[in-house]
């Protein structure tokens, strides 16, 4: 069965920091979703990756799939107090939405 | 309005009750999905519905039965509620046209069980 590690389990930064949080696989992907969630409450879209390599990026943050397909990386670029809530990585392997998420990084930004 | 509905939005019921929860989608989406997420175990898919016929279990579907009442309807029903069904439920919709697709969530419906 699909697995899918997500890291780190929490994070707190800085204000105005960067920061990265991963997502791998145990299997080649047809998609790989992210969303973010606040606290207690509904899931909020920010980016679905497809083909190998693409990257993408919605205000100061840019997600990427590697070529195999197997990993991703969700970055934020300066981070605001907006930014913080629990990001979720959920994998498609088999192209019909039935996502298998990852146990989510929480993140805190401090001002 | 939102374009994935889920009522009630928080319910508290006793052990051995029945309760259901609702699912209402204004996408026009064909594929439907229930999820169940606790604490340090992310979400996890219980059943999922292709079309108004076509009902499947997911992962952990132990204790729980769906029924597709329409395109735009899907609900979960808990026969007879335990305890560690106590968990927030969401209900997700895509569409099966044109390759791999957006799924979108509803905003949850917190279940406890005492």
């Known amino acids: 069965s699909q697995e899918l590690e997500q890291s780190p389990q929490s994070l707190i930064v800085q204000e105005g920091k960067n920061l990265t949080i991963n997502c791998t696989s145990s299997?080649?992907?047809?998609?790989l979703y992210w969303y973010k969630q606040k606290y207690g409450e509904g899931l909020i879209f920010l980016m679905m990756l497809q083909k190998g390599g693409e990257e993408k990026s919605h205000e100061k943050i840019t997600a990427k799939l590697d070529e195999k397909k197997q990993q991703s990386s969700l970055h934020i670029t300066a981070s605001q107090p907006s930014h913080a809530g629990i990001y979720l990585c959920g994998a498609d392997d088999t192209g019909f939405q039935k996502l298998v998420f990852g146990t989510g990084t929480r993140l805190l930004v401090s001002p | 309005d939102a374009d994935v509905t889920q009522t009630p939005r928080n319910r508290i019921t006793k052990t051995g009750k029945r309760i259901m929860l609702e699912c209402s989608q204004t996408?026009?989406?064909?594929?439907m999905y229930w999820y169940r997420q606790d604490p340090g175990l992310g979400l996890r898919l219980i059943y999922y519905s292709f079309d108004v016929k076509d009902i499947n279990k997911g992962e952990i579907s132990d204790g729980y039965s769906v029924s597709r009442q329409a395109q735009a309807k899907f609900s979960l029903s808990l026969e007879s509620a335990i305890p560690n069904q106590t968990a927030l439920y969401f209900c997700a919709t895509s569409d099966s046209g044109g390759g791999n697709t957006e799924a979108f969530f509803g905003q949850g419906t917190r279940l406890t069980v005492v």
């Open positions: 299997k080649t992907l047809y998609g």
């Open positions: 996408k026009g989406h064909d594929r």
